[in-house]
């Protein structure tokens, strides 16, 4: 079954539910080599077409019942891979339409987390500054054999050493 008897098969069942449309195909150019020769004396009559119909097209749900009760396997079996080809679209949509739910949702909430972040800031009292010079206390710190890293917090026993030593 292709999938634009398919796409034909869902619209009939599914009307009301909106669709992407369907990718393009890129075009291929053929050469004079991959064409077929062209026939030099062509039929004067058209090919037979089937006559058309006035009927509506039948729903899904009752060409696949017809199909399934219908004494030819042949026919049986394209109902089945037609029901099971269905299904699978039904489940692919749902997760699809799921996965647009779920990405819609999380952009709220990254922006809901960004305002709360901000507010949080606002009312956030504002950190005290050091009331000495980091950089000068490390290097008295290394100078007197005192452990200190490069970055961070100093330990309260080498800034007390350091006030100790002003006095």
Not at 30 to 58: C, G, H
Not at 60 to 74: F, Y
Not at 89 to 114: D, P
Request: aromatic content about 2%; hydrophobic content about 40%; overall charge positive.
């Amino acid at each position: 079954m292709t999938i634009a008897a398919l796409r034909a098969l869902i619209e009939e069942d599914l009307p009301h539910v909106r669709r992407l449309p369907a990718p393009r195909l890129p075009v291929r150019h053929f050469s004079a080599k991959e064409t077929e020769p062209v026939n030099p004396n062509p039929p004067t009559t058209a090919p037979a077409r089937p006559a058309p119909t006035d009927t509506a097209p039948l729903p899904v749900g009752k060409l696949l019942a017809w199909a399934a009760s219908h004494p030819e396997k042949g026919i049986r079996d394209h109902a089945e891979k037609a029901r099971t080809s269905l299904d699978a679209l039904r489940a692919r949509h749902a997760a699809a339409e799921e996965l647009a739910r779920i990405g819609t949702e999380a952009q709220e909430l990254e922006r809901r987390l960004a305002q709360l972040r901000a507010r949080e800031s606002e009312l956030k009292p504002a950190r005290k500054k050091a009331a000495y010079n980091l950089a000068e206390v490390r290097a008295w710190a290394r100078a007197e054999g005192l452990p200190v890293s490069n970055n961070g917090r100093l330990p309260n026993t080498v800034v007390k050493a350091w006030r100790e030593r002003a006095r």
